[in-house]
């Protein structure tokens, strides 16, 4: 069973960067497209950005030209670089495969407020 470990969260500033890792323990990392997604206070958990097995990545319109999602498969680990944070990207940030078939980790808060 695959264990997810995301970390990097906490809280800024509006304009601020953060950058969240992901780390997944047990095999199968590097076959598998990986995502990111965010849960608000109250609202349904979505999906963010995504990166394939060979690199290609997407974004939902919100975050374009602002997150970047990048993955290092000799570690296991995906990483989501966001510039220009805004309040609305307050959440609990997670990271699973594209079809979240993997258990969910705790998630790392991330908050954006002046």
């Known amino acids: 069973q695959v264990q997810l470990v995301e970390s990097g969260g906490g809280l800024v500033q509006p304009g601020e960067s953060l950058r969240l890792s992901c780390v997944a323990s047990?095999?199968?990392?590097?076959?598998?497209?990986m995502g990111w997604y965010r849960q608000a206070p109250g609202k349904e958990r979505e999906f963010v950005a995504g990166?394939?097995?060979?690199?290609?990545?997407n974004y939902v319109v919100s975050v374009q030209g602002r997150f970047i999602i990048s993955r290092d498969n000799a570690k296991n680990t995906v990483y989501l670089q966001m510039n220009s944070l805004k309040p609305e990207d307050t959440a609990v940030y997670y990271c699973?495969?594209?079809?979240?078939?993997?258990?969910w980790g705790q998630g790392t808060q991330v908050t954006v407020s002046s």
């Open positions: 047990g095999s199968g990392f590097s076959f598998n497209a």
């Open positions: 699973n495969t594209i079809r979240r078939s993997w258990t």
């Open positions: 990166i394939t097995a060979g690199g290609t990545a």
